[in-house]
């Protein structure tokens, strides 16, 4: 499968740290994943991890899980 991924907004503030925020709203089976890939595509272009923020915008309960937990291989 051949994706086409970018965050939705990445923001740099003045102290160099970078926000990157997804607008999301609807239910999306590996959210967190893909959030994980554009982590990981974020510190590879800009050499700094992002702070990452989901602004729900549906409707209906969120439905997505609180994140990824795969102790002790991801950290």
């Known amino acids: 499968m051949v994706e086409n991924l970018h965050p939705d907004l990445l923001f740099e503030l ?16 590996g959210f ?4 994980l890939i554009y982590f990981g595509l974020v510190l590879r272009d ?6 990452q923020i989901v602004f729900w915008v549906g409707q209906r309960s ?12 991801l950290h």
């Open 62 to 73: 969120v439905g997505i899980t609180d994140g990824l937990h795969y102790d002790p291989s």
């Open 14 to 29: 003045d102290n160099g740290n970078l926000i990157h925020a997804e607008l999301h709203g609807y239910w999306m089976d």
């Open 46 to 51: 800009y050499k700094r991890p992002p702070q």
């Open 32 to 35: 967190a994943c893909r959030n």
